[in-house]
């Protein structure tokens, strides 16, 4: 009924705008109806019809004209393209007088500053102010250092090195040996000291660059512990110095900066990052990008508190209209829906949204069912509103049906391309912001190349990093195929390595924090097992090679993961179902985990 008589109230429109709008007007109105049940909320619906009938209509036949004079920007008859003005109403002459003065003095405006002298850091003896032109001619007409002396430089250094040749650090291998030559002067100020046995020239490639400078690497002292061709053993993947042997501590000297002091990982930069309260990043992050892609570490705790906190914080629902999570099989979408507007819907029918996802060889964490309760709480505050919508992004696989793994393998085969297309469908198709909660391995660029590293290092090979093969992951590509803007966030530790180190430059921060991952030492970290919390292996690939930004919410020490406990599981009806599908994954049930766990690896004592 409502349908009939908007359909009528279109008719008050010119024939020329009907026939250009009429059916997106229509499916709005649709999509309105379908969306917005209840008395109060078809009321604000007509008043909002009725109001744009009333501003609408006048300016409709006011601009009907451009619909009855169609504009022609094919050619004529003689191929030359032909233009028209659209605007019937010529240009005044005062209006031409106003933009040409206006012109003009902005010309002359900008030839005066580029004119004035402005302070710059001093530069090839200069007295440390410029013109902006002056000092791109400054930089146009310096000096740059040939191969040939940089290569003359490395000689030097090398003929003042202490002992017979094969008393010197092993070379690099071929991996650094195909980098171009460094185009900054080798050794800088380090080279007057000369290169002893302990220190190695080494071409570093700065983070997001193409130029390589020389670093002066000094290697500790030989011991037992640590022989020499331990420590040596190190090759250099695409400008970083990446450890292959066992970790030790390097010190990096430039003529840039003070040295600094790396443990078994890539060459970091020394600029700070940019913090911002993590949950006012985030609702900042939706004024920019439609899609914000979180890449999450399932079952932690720490996380989940912070999610839930996140979707209750004021200002979110006003950015967000959708969540998309894995934790979700689409059978449910309808239960999901009720449930969180608010309705009164059974707790195990809920359950079954997240406890029946596909491919899931353990039970359900509890932490999952915090974020959907906390999306219902979130909308019911705010009653007449349009709420957060809680998508489900698992394939609908019925496992009451399912009873081998033939069964399973199509809703297994389709996980990311389900989740991609109901982000399409939801959430790119209505024009709306959506926030995406997936493991993070689903969302990480480069995860061929991931894949590629720990397979070289499992057989002890060196692969050499190609950046640019480093691409956005399957549902991140269709996504942008599709127009969406998508942004990347990935739940990290400060964890260093597999030993429970930790680097404590992470303690100052005021966690929960966002960071922007480019261009900074956080970013150039690598990505493992930073993200991991120390349970994958470092490779070459750095955070800002896999994400744009990182969320630290607490430190590795105290972040958990969290289980059901070992009565929801033994003697249960959903335990003995999660045996079952065991069966079916893997052909064996699995131990569960029950209980708070830590999340990350634990520091190994050791023995002194």
Request: proline share 8%; hydrophobic share 40%; charged share 25%.
């Amino acid at each position: 009924m409502s349908e009939k008589m908007y359909i009528r109230l279109l008719r008050l429109y010119p024939p020329s705008f009907r026939k250009e709008y009429e059916e997106e007007a229509l499916q709005l109105v649709r999509d309105r109806l379908r969306d917005e049940a209840g008395f109060f909320k078809r009321v604000r619906l007509w008043w909002d019809l009725v109001t744009d009938l009333f501003v609408g209509i006048p300016l409709a036949y006011r601009n009907s004209y451009a619909a009855t004079e169609a504009m022609s920007f094919s050619p004529n008859a003689e191929g030359i393209p032909s233009f028209k003005v659209l605007d019937k109403e010529p240009l005044r002459r005062g209006s031409i007088l106003a933009g040409g003065a206006v012109s003009l003095t902005a010309i002359a405006a900008f030839g005066f500053v580029l004119t004035r002298p402005i302070a710059y850091l001093p530069i090839s003896g200069s007295n440390g102010r410029m013109s902006p032109i002056e000092s791109v001619l400054e930089r146009l007409n310096r000096a740059t250092t040939s191969d040939t002396a940089v290569s003359g430089a490395k000689k030097a250094a090398e003929s003042a090195s202490a002992g017979p040749r094969e008393q010197q650090p092993r070379p690099w291998p071929a991996a650094a040996a195909s980098a171009p030559e460094p185009k900054t002067p080798a050794l800088r100020s380090e080279s007057k000291r000369g290169v002893s046995e302990q220190h190695q020239v080494v071409p570093i490639r700065t983070q997001n660059s193409n130029e390589y400078s020389s670093y002066l690497v000094e290697l500790p002292k030989p011991s037992k512990a640590m022989p020499e061709n331990a420590m040596r053993r190190r090759f250099l993947v695409n400008g970083n110095a990446f450890a292959s042997g066992p970790t030790t501590d390097l010190t990096i000297s430039s003529g840039k900066s003070n040295p600094v002091k790396v443990r078994g990982q890539s060459l970091i930069s020394s600029k700070q990052p940019q913090l911002e309260n993590a949950s006012s990043a985030m609702i900042r992050l939706f004024q920019t990008h439609d899609i914000v892609m979180f890449g999450e570490v399932h079952d932690s705790e720490q996380e989940y508190e912070w999610l839930c906190k996140l979707v209750k914080t004021p200002g979110f629902a006003d950015h967000v209209d959708d969540i998309v999570v894995e934790f979700g099989n689409a059978l449910y979408q309808k239960t999901v829906d009720r449930y969180v507007a608010g309705e009164d819907v059974p707790f195990d029918e809920v359950q079954k949204a997240r406890r029946n996802m596909v491919a899931d060889a353990e039970p359900v964490s509890p932490v999952y069912g915090w974020l959907y309760k906390a999306v219902r709480e979130a909308n019911m505050e705010h009653p007449g509103k349009r709420g957060i919508r809680l998508l489900m992004g698992s394939p609908p696989g019925d496992w009451s049906k399912i009873k081998s793994s033939a069964d399973l393998a199509p809703y297994e085969a389709e996980r990311e391309q389900w989740y991609a297309q109901v982000v399409k469908d939801e959430v790119l198709a209505r024009h709306h912001h959506a926030l995406l909660i997936m493991g993070a391995g689903h969302f990480l660029r480069g995860h061929d190349q991931a894949l590629e590293f720990e397979l070289a290092a499992q057989q002890h090979r060196v692969v050499p990093i190609d950046r640019a093969r480093l691409g956005p992951g399957n549902i991140e590509r269709e996504l942008r195929a599709a127009g969406g803007n998508p942004y990347l966030v990935v739940f990290g530790t400060n964890m260093i390595d597999n030993r429970g180190d930790v680097d404590k430059r992470f303690d100052s921060w005021p966690a929960p924090v966002i960071v922007p991952l480019p261009g900074d030492w956080v970013g150039a970290l690598p990505a493992q097992p930073v993200i991991s919390g120390g349970h994958a292996p470092a490779t070459p690939l750095t955070l800002a090679d896999q994400a744009d930004a990182l969320l630290f919410v607490a430190p590795c020490s105290v972040l958990q993961t969290v289980h059901l406990s070992k009565a929801d599981i033994e003697g249960t009806s959903y335990g003995q179902e999660m045996i079952r599908r065991d069966m079916i994954l893997l052909g064996h049930p699995m131990t569960f985990p029950y209980g708070a766990q830590p999340q990350c690896v634990q520091p190994q004592q050791a023995s002194r």
